[in-house]
């Protein structure tokens, strides 16, 4: 999940191991959130308008803006306002059960392979 205009360089560097886990693990699927703040429906049709424009088709089918007031969505995940770039693993039920901050890094990748059971 972007919290931030910056943090698509982190986020590309999940990707390959997001794509690996999906073919490998059934009913997994990855998804990148854009968490920007809530704003009038003008501005929303601009930015998603602007998504359309510049992502690749697959990447497109996959990112998805999220409307919502900043802070309220990230009290709600017990997310710092400064955290920056989030992984979230999220069951079914919408319950996060695990996460990490930031680009990837080995330690990172092995916490969400452990999470997943394929250590």
Do not use: C, H
């Not at 390959?16 to 854009?34: D, K, N, Q, T």
């Not at 968490?35 to 089918?61: E, H, Q, W, Y």
């Amino acid at each position: 999940m972007g919290v931030g205009r910056d943090d698509q360089g982190m986020i590309d560097t999940w990707l390959p191991m997001a794509a690996s886990l999906e073919a490998a693990v059934p009913g997994l699927r990855y998804y990148e959130i854009a968490l920007v703040d809530d704003v009038n429906f003008a501005l929303k049709a601009v930015i998603t308008a602007g998504m359309r424009a510049t992502l690749p088709d697959a990447l497109l089918s996959r990112t998805m803006p999220l409307f919502e007031a900043r802070a309220p969505v990230l009290a709600s995940l017990e997310i710092g306002e400064d955290a920056g770039m989030q992984v979230l693993l999220v069951d079914r039920a919408g319950a996060v059960i695990w996460q990490a901050t930031g680009a990837w890094s080995e330690e990172a990748g092995a916490g969400l392979r452990a999470a997943l059971g394929r250590e």
